[in-house]
């Protein structure tokens, strides 16, 4: 008897299902300061590169804060078989972080998986490079999401995909690990590797200076620079 001829509609990739371990715990002072602060703040800490670009934003409305170190699931454009390997597989306080290669056409998932996530394994809310659905439900459930867009369409559960690898999502590479920090204001990264500098450097901020001292020393900016065009012109350099 002849062996069945494989089906050539579909290549089935090579890399096998990968699934690793969590990331060893934050501290939990370090934590409970990254979740109090605003994400404005982190953004000028942590800097552009770990800044998500614009494109993503809150998906349900009123935005809802989260904080929390991401649990990375790596999927297949579309394919969210990886994102049922990682529900039961959530720790408290992880924040899921879904990177489906930034495709939209349908969604990496529905509420009724980050339910189970949240009020099972203490999911605190879902960052996902591409789209979810189901927002009404999120919404009344308080559940977090930050994302792409929606799309009510829910894709194939072939894999394979890879759990708590790096990921990209708005243009930033986001380890197993790294403290998500999200708000109405957009996505913040803070690498694991950074965590204890950023925090430092966020207690000094919480002193500030004001608004009108800020605009005291662009003033005193703004003056030098003058001076120094004067000084410029002065000298023939400028004609």
Known sequence: MSATPPDRRWKRPLAPFLIQPHAAPIDA????QL???????RTAVVG????????????VLP?????GPAFTVK??????????AAIRRIQPGDVLVVD???FTRWCMGGFELLKVARDEYGMAGLLVNGAWRDMAGAQQAGIPIYGLGVSPHSGPKLGPAELNVPVACGGVIVSPGD?????VEGVAIVPRRSIDAVCAALSVQAGGHGIHGFLDEMEAHVDTGADALLGTVAGGVVG
Do not use: F, H, K
């Not at 002072?29 to 409970?32: D, G, H, M």
């Not at 403290?179 to 708000?183: F, N």
């Open 29 to 32: 002072a370090c934590l409970a």
């Open 179 to 183: 403290v998500i920090c999200a708000s």
């Open 35 to 41: 979740r109090a602060a605003d994400v404005t703040p």
């Open 100 to 102: 489906g290669q930034a």
């Open 75 to 84: 999927c297949p454009p579309g394919d969210n078989l990886g994102v049922m």
């Open 48 to 59: 552009p590169m770990y800044t998500s670009a614009p494109e993503v934003r809150p998906l």
């Open 63 to 67: 935005a809802l804060p989260m904080a």
